[in-house]
């Protein structure tokens, strides 16, 4: 393992620190908590805060998404850890606006909990409206009969995408949840993991997996997939990402998507466009419209090899939510 960092037990500390000295016209740190980041710039009165976080590691998510358009602040854990409510509190308190605020999150038993538990005190003790929305797209995580339990991977992207926009349009914190929830619903992904990344308080592999063999449906926290097998050409392994997504969510000819292929920390664009060839040759014969497209690493594992292919269904709504402009440090659209 060589990483670029110094006492292992501070490289969170140190990032969110360089983070934030980077992006000064972005984001703030709060004084109240060193992991409870929040916007820069003045948010409108009576609009819904957007609040997102998970663990470390996944950079540019979860904190590269704050700014115009889309998230208000981010609560930041440990390396593929949850944050814990404290933080979760303090950017709650500091981004409500008097229209409450809209939790987003994946869906794993850490985040499920703590932010319930900070939905929990905001209430309570700050007498403050909290909604919640889970990303649940991975189809590779559980059979579509149990959908609620899968997990969030890369279309977390989409559902922050489409939260930020309808709070920013002014929709009540009850039709932002109900938007988010659309967009999750509306939304797949499958990955293929390639080689493991080494977490940096233990040096080891976050997974096992010989040079000339493929993880299908890896988690981004490495957890195992459907199957492992040898390594196949991008083509092949574009069609099968694909292949298990459509199987898993009705798209018809004629319909608009928006696709993204995320790397997962050390592919390089070159293969990832590469991937996104095959993608938009496998729906253009389908006669599957792409409304946009993104490539790069946008929701990562440290150094993991590997990517996902998303899809999201669109229609009036959502298309109008992806139109919307967004300004932050790790992602724009005009």
Do not use: W
């Amino acid at each position: 393992m060589k990483k670029l960092m110094n006492d292992p037990k501070n490289v969170v500390e140190e990032m969110v620190e360089g983070y934030v000295k980077a992006h000064p016209d972005y984001i703030k740190q709060l004084p109240e908590n060193d992991r409870a980041l929040v916007t820069a710039r003045e948010t409108s009165d009576g609009k819904v805060g957007i609040l997102i976080g998970g663990g470390s590691g996944h950079e540019p998510g979860f904190l590269g998404y704050v700014g115009d358009g889309m998230a208000d602040g981010v609560a930041v854990g440990n390396i593929f850890a949850s944050p814990s409510p404290d933080p979760i509190l303090e950017v709650t308190k500091a981004i409500d606006k008097g229209a409450g605020v809209v939790y987003l999150y994946g869906n794993y038993a850490g985040d499920v909990m703590n932010f319930g538990m900070a939905a929990e005190m905001a209430d309570l003790e700050e007498d403050i409206q909290v909604g919640m929305a889970k990303a649940s797209d991975d189809v590779a995580s559980a059979p579509k009969a149990e959908k609620e339990k899968r997990r969030g991977i890369a279309g977390e992207f989409f559902i922050y995408k489409a939260a930020g926009a309808a709070a920013d349009f002014g929709y009540d914190l009850n039709e932002v949840v109900r938007v988010a929830n659309k967009a999750n619903d509306n939304t797949r992904s499958m990955g293929v993991g390639l080689s493991p990344c080494y977490l940096p308080q233990t040096g080891k592999p976050s997974f096992e997996i010989e040079d000339d063999e493929m993880e299908i449906g890896l988690g981004h926290h490495g957890e195992p997939g459907i199957e492992k097998g040898p390594l196949e050409t991008a083509d092949r392994v574009a069609d099968r990402l694909v292949q298990d997504i459509l199987a898993d969510i009705e798209i018809n000819e004629g319909d608009n998507v928006v696709v993204l292929v995320n790397g997962l920390g050390s592919t390089p664009r070159m293969d990832l466009y590469i991937v996104f060839r095959r993608v938009e040759q496998i729906l253009s014969e389908k006669g599957i419209k792409i409304y946009r497209s993104y490539v790069g690493d946008y929701i990562t594992s440290l150094e993991m090899g590997g990517c996902s292919v998303t899809l999201m269904k669109l229609d009036d709504e959502l298309t109008k939510m992806v139109d919307h402009p967004v300004d932050c440090p790790m992602f724009v659209q005009k």
